[in-house]
């Protein structure tokens, strides 16, 4: 298929336009370059810059003709869409509005979109179900609940066939694209930023959670697990139809156990620094997959933690200074 990738500079985008390229697609990775990183762009993609608030920008581009779209392109920082709400909604949800009426103007019928488990907000139960209310508490979940339900209308109103993935904590490196955020607010980068020296030491919010070791517990997926389940996603679409998926493993590491496994991957002394609990943060968040698994085939293929550290660190090494060293 001819594909377009919106945010396919950035860490998740560059890792499934490079999946995309090895399955025979044609890929267009379109990126404002303002959190992604040009020396993340696979090789073999074509690369338009833009930004898809530049209306005329965007449609020109999806005027090529284009059999569908991924979209990943969104503002992403909890705390940045506190401060900055009125940014976060302009960007993500009218930054996607943009996007719709062009692929329907371009004849782009499948979308993939990167959603995320912030929808939810803090859940009533765990594991996190789709049909379980989405109750975000941050401008940035906020958002993206909006644009899952602007897709569902356009889907029904377009007959355009849509797939939205519900991420968790996504983690690990595919060969020669990793995580490189700047500013970095992940846990196991910070981790192992701290273990190659770049930081004096990793804060741990919250240690008084109703966990085992009591800390906060969230579940962790392989970025190239991830990418995978945007192909099988692609090939899932339906006309008219909007689907919904989670993606996770269906278990949770706690902070404690990934600056654990991050000291036996490295062999290198982490120091970790109790802090207080940070407001909002729910002592356990995790996915069921089940869905995804039953409708589409996916299957997690590295969902053990020591891998998806492992494979983080290997990167790291390789890329001092990140994608700018």
Do not use: C
Not at 164 to 173: D, K, P, T
Not at 284 to 313: C, H
């Amino acid at each position: 298929m001819r594909l377009l990738v919106t945010g396919g500079a950035g860490y998740i985008g560059s890792v499934v336009a490079g999946q995309l390229l090895k399955a025979g697609h044609e890929v267009t990775i379109f990126d404002n370059l303002s959190r992604g990183h040009r020396r993340a762009i696979p090789g073999g993609a074509r690369f338009v810059e833009g930004d898809l608030l530049d209306a005329e920008r965007t449609r020109e581009v999806l005027h090529e003709g284009f059999e569908g779209v991924l979209h990943f392109a969104a503002l992403s920082l909890v705390g940045e869409s506190v401060e900055e709400p009125e940014r976060y909604y302009r960007n993500n949800v009218l930054g996607t509005l943009e996007l719709l009426e062009a692929m329907v103007e371009g004849g782009a019928s499948r979308l993939v979109f990167s959603s995320t488990a912030a929808v939810y907000g803090e859940p009533r139960k765990v594991p996190i179900e789709e049909d379980d209310p989405p109750l975000p508490t941050n401008p940035y979940g906020g958002s993206k609940l909006a644009v899952d339900r602007m897709i569902s209308f356009v889907a029904r109103a377009r007959g355009l066939a849509a797939v939205s993935l519900r991420y968790f904590n996504v983690a690990g490196a595919s060969g020669r694209f990793g995580e490189d955020h700047r500013p970095e607010t992940h846990l196991i980068p910070l981790v192992l930023r701290t273990a190659l020296g770049e930081r004096e030491y990793v804060e741990v919010y919250g240690t008084d959670y109703p966990t085992p070791d009591g800390t906060a517990i969230r579940d962790y997926i392989h970025v190239e697990d991830l990418a995978r389940a945007h192909l099988l996603a692609l090939e899932a679409a339906r006309e008219g139809e909007h689907r919904i998926y989670n993606l996770g493993n269906g278990e949770g590491f706690s902070v404690r156990q990934v600056i654990e496994t991050a000291r036996e991957v490295t062999e290198r002394e982490i120091e970790a620094k109790e802090a207080p609990r940070r407001p909002g943060d729910p002592p356990v968040l995790v996915a069921s997959s089940g869905k995804i698994r039953r409708e589409l085939g996916w299957k997690p293929e590295k969902p053990e933690l020591a891998a998806m550290i492992s494979d983080a660190w290997e990167w790291m090494l390789s890329h001092p200074g990140g994608y700018g060293g």
